[in-house]
T-cell receptor, first 117, second 114 residues
């Protein structure tokens, strides 16, 4: 899950198993959420997004679940592969027609996923 | 299709020196952003440009200036570098303008101020 501090929480998963990465968001006005993957030495890369009018969205091998009641977001990765090893972080933002939306994005600090071959 | 290109990739500055980080995107995006990433802090927005011709402060603008040179390019300037500005800097772009869409990030610039 998300954490504030100098050390990223780490999730170690055996290759082939499913991974679940959690994120607790703070702003109840947030209505758009994104999961990013950041490999070492690279910029963040979009994985999947979800709007607040949904509670589940599936992509290729990834599923995002949103629980607005408890302000919780999770990313599920099926059949985790070595190439999934990275830092994953969620981002939240309130959608706004006038502000452009993105400048109010709040990024979490991330969870490091380690895949054990 | 290069996406978002940042230069330089690495830079070491002495305290008080100035430099400009360059960013260009070829996706015809309206909005561009500069973030810094520090250990345990996540990404923090320095400045953004919602559209060509506009720039606004983000969460941590002090010590920085920006220029949206045209729709493609958005530069970040450090006028007098300080050790506290040692960080990894990311430029990003998105369609913006109220649409729900993801940002595309550059590879980052690792800046060390000694």
């Amino acid at each position: 899950g998300e954490s504030v501090g100098l050390h990223l929480p780490t999730l170690s998963v055996q290759e082939g198993d499913n991974s679940i990465i959690n994120c607790a968001y703070s702003n109840s006005a947030s209505d758009y959420f994104i999961w990013y993957k950041q490999e070492s030495g690279k910029g963040p890369q979009f994985i999947i997004d979800i709007r607040s009018n949904m509670d589940k969205r599936q992509g290729q091998r990834v599923t995002v679940l949103l629980n607005k009641t408890v302000k919780h977001l999770s990313l599920q990765i099926a059949a985790t592969q070595p190439g999934d090893s990275a830092v994953y972080f969620c981002a939240e933002t309130p959608l706004s027609l006038y502000s452009g939306g993105y400048q109010k994005v709040t990024f979490g600090t991330g969870t490091k996923l380690q895949v054990i071959p | 299709n290069a996406g978002v290109t940042q230069t330089p990739k690495f830079q070491v500055l002495k305290t008080g020196q100035s430099m400009t980080l360059q960013c260009a995107q070829d996706m015809n995006h309206n909005s561009m952003y500069w973030y810094r990433q520090d250990p345990g802090m996540g990404l923090r927005l320095i400045y953004y440009s919602a559209s060509e011709g506009t720039t606004d402060k983000g969460e941590v603008p002090n010590g920085y200036n920006v220029s949206r040179l045209n729709k493609r390019e958005f530069s970040l300037r450090l006028e007098s570098a300080a050790p506290s500005q040692t960080s990894v800097y990311f430029c990003a772009s998105s369609f913006g303008l109220g649409e729900a869409n993801e940002a595309f990030f550059g590879q980052g610039t690792r800046l060390t101020v000694v």
